[in-house]
């Protein structure tokens, strides 16, 4: 088992508010929440208005299920980096008496793990991975590279939490630019700032960072080091619940991890760079119940004027 | 690794044009794809046709996740009709020479399954098995009981096949109701022909059957036979590719099954019935491809005003 990360004071009691005011449903495994239509209106208003900000970069949409491949995980050095947030599919392999015995040890709630397989297929870890590989099969980049829409996707991440703003199943909604190196650094800075005042104007107080993965163990803190070092990666920092903002969006620069891994070329055979932005969506409409109150009719007009369509 | 089911001639051909069109994205896992923007624009429109037939019933919108608790399944009798189709989280645990371990297994494609446990969590089955425990926490039903609208919600079956139409992880439009048996089944009876009217004005040669569900093994035999002896499932099956047609719609009536499992009660104490509705929406886009063409600019001008919001 994962350690449990229990909530702060204040995270717990914003949590327990939002279960009262039946924002988000309880399923019993904490991070998984059920969600109703007052928060899902909320999530939705706020990812078109990401792909209306979007629209002069006429990014085309492509759209992916939350399972990758498990080759692909093997593949990207996600393991590396992230050991202890990537979620595996197991399942059954068997005939009619392992079934059977499957089935007693589960019904009473003994472990019943050594009847489960490792199928081919894991949890998509972030938005944008999907992507590449599916890049990379078109052949060499047309000139100018590309932008994809990924839309709003469920990813995983394996860190149960009594903090409402750490989910285990949430959406990322990630545009991804694979191109020339200048091209996709200019795209990333042109849009932290816009992500920053974006967010400011639904009256949110987005602070911009330098930040670093959560890498595993020892060497991860080395890694995080030199990520932020480098500058690769930058986050929006805004208020939800507790002392410190919480982390709502972040911009990667990969410059050119992704497009080696899967074969990423410029159309003069250069070498392609990649970068992506990712909002997390649950925590956006979480900085904005807490900042606005619970009931998003009652919001500023202008925060309103803002999402709407 | 379970059988993978070779598509037909017709499913393979079917298939391939999908991909060649841009419509269907590969991953490298059969039934994993990506999908573009027609693919997705005409799966939100009919998403939204359901919506707006359920809106005279008022049905209350919640939204779930696509991973489920553990425990549930194992309370659920899932594991005992369904056993080959579920899927299961695992997830690492360990130290640092752990996880150096697991990634060099990997990154040489090696089996990595040992140092991988299961998780808290499964992948959900169906997209109305976590509206049940939702409703029962909530105590006694309202008199009348209870309608959800569950949403598009994305569901696993560990069934990798050469047919387009069975996908691993596809998106379920379903419609729950809760409440006296008699209000239920006549619900249920009510939307059987709504829905093969719909489908029908959206030009699909739609034909309704008794059915049951693809139960494991011999004993599952005798409790399809049982099923379909009661009439306690419904499909609507339309022609898509190859020589049978395939159901893109079905009708369960629960009876008190999911009730009892959940201490779902009506108001005076009585016990609730369920029964649940689901379209099968990448199922529905795909049978709308093949008989109008894979441009749904061409399509027919009422199949196309159907669709329009």
Redesign the interface.
Known sequence: ??AFRAGSPAQTAFLGELIDAGLF?????PG??????V??DVRLRFDDLIRRRALPDHP??????????R?????SGY??SF??L???????????AD?HA??QR??R?E???EH??????V?TPAACY?VY??IG?RGPLPPGGVMIDAGGA?V?R?E?SGDPARL???HQRELVRIGEPEAVAAWRDGWRDRAVALLTALGLDAQLDVAADPF????GRMLAASQKQQQLKFEVLVPIAGEDPTAVASFNYHQDHFAAAHGIELADGGVAHTACLGFGEERIVLALLRRHGLDPDAWPAEVRRELAA
């Open positions: 088992m994962p449903i309880e399923t019993g495994v998984l929440y059920g969600r109703n239509a928060f899902e085309e949409p492509l759209r992916f299920p939350p399972l990758l491949p080759r692909q995980l093997e593949s393991l590396k050991p202890h990537a979620g595996t599919i197991f399942a059954f392999e068997g005939d009619e079934a499957q089935e589960a019904s709630h472990d019943w793990s489960q397989h490792m199928s081919e297929l949890l999907p590989p599916a099969r469920y995983f394996h149960p285990q199943m949430f595993f163990g020892r060497s």
